[in-house]
């Protein structure tokens, strides 16, 4: 069986695969949840939960009393989520799916009935498919195959961002996959190739 996520927490590992999320722990291994889990977040901001990327969904589990409970799906998300779930300072969700990118906004408290947008090609990212979602110093980017996108909420729109230098920006390049290392290096693969961003001096990304 195909193992998606890995994801430590304490003296456990839980591992999403193709037939499940499963708990290992003590040499011992057990079943949580049996659908297809791809990808797996541990929330910062409500403790002991933990939210699963679904082959259709999001599902999401709370640890209490040394045991695993299951909260079931969130409603109105049957998308293939097939790449990062990104959890903000205020605990919403942004999640990458195969047809643009969602948000999840729980209004400060947990629910699985939440408040969803699903955004598109419509709402200014350049593509639907291989569209990335990652967090640097509390602040959200996607990686899109144009290059580096940041959303706009005032406009309800995904625009080009410099942040990463003008060559990431300008729809010449596509960007996959950032994601930022304990040293403060953020990784991408660009041009069929990894590399990094570190700050120089200046306070500026090279």
Do not use: C
């Not at 729980?106 to 967090?135: A, E, H, R």
């Amino acid at each position: 069986d195909q193992t998606w996520s890995l994801l430590p927490l304490r003296n456990e590992l839980l591992a999403g695969a193709g037939h499940g999320l499963f708990r290992i722990r003590n040499h011992q291994v057990q079943l949580l949840r049996d659908d297809n889990s791809v990808f797996l977040l541990k929330s910062n901001v409500f403790p002991g939960r933990i939210y699963i990327g679904l082959t259709d969904g999001l599902a999401s589990m709370i640890y209490k009393n040394g045991q695993w409970i299951d909260e079931g799906r969130i409603d109105g998300i049957n998308e293939y989520i097939n790449n990062k779930i990104v959890e903000t300072k205020s605990g919403n969700l942004w999640l990458g799916h195969y047809q643009g990118v969602i948000h999840i906004n729980f209004s400060g408290k947990y629910s699985t009935q939440p408040v969803i947008t699903k955004y598109n090609k419509s709402n200014g990212l350049p593509d639907n498919v291989d569209n990335y979602v990652f967090q640097v110093s509390g602040r959200i980017y996607f990686a899109t195959p144009k290059g580096i996108f940041r959303f706009e909420e005032t406009r309800q729109r995904f625009l080009p961002d410099s942040t990463f230098g003008t060559a990431f920006s300008d729809g010449s390049r596509g960007v996959f996959n950032m994601t930022q290392d304990a040293n403060g290096k953020i990784w991408a693969y660009s041009q069929n190739k990894p590399g990094f961003f570190s700050l120089n001096k200046e306070g500026k990304y090279i």
